[in-house]
């Protein structure tokens, strides 16, 4: 996967310590960040694809991509799609 969109990214001049917080209100702070992006699409993507469970990436938090991929994973085995 091409990781060039990165360095466009608005976490780029922030701490990733931002980005790894240990409470609800990090990860308020990191979804701001998130926010206005011009590549939250795929860096949800790439932590979605690379199984990546902790942190905030593109805009979601763990849980919240757990259940992203858990709905996919439904999606696919309801539609046929992977068989």
């Keep these: ?3 060039e969109w990165m360095a466009e990214g608005n976490c780029r ?3 990733p310590s931002m980005f790894f917080p240990s409470d ?3 990860v308020e702070v990191a979804r701001r960040i998130c926010a206005t992006c011009p590549v939250k699409e795929p860096c949800l993507e790439y932590a979605l ?3 990546i469970d902790h942190g905030v990436w593109g805009g979601a938090s763990e849980r ?3 259940r992203i991929a858990r709905r996919r994973r ?3 085995a ?3 799609v992977g068989r």
Excluded: H, I, P, Q
């Design 1 to 3: 996967m091409d990781n």
């Design 13 to 15: 001049t922030e701490a």
């Design 24 to 26: 609800g209100v990090g």
């Design 49 to 51: 694809r690379n199984g």
């Design 64 to 66: 919240e991509r757990r």
């Design 74 to 76: 439904l999606e696919r």
């Design 78 to 80: 309801t539609s046929g």
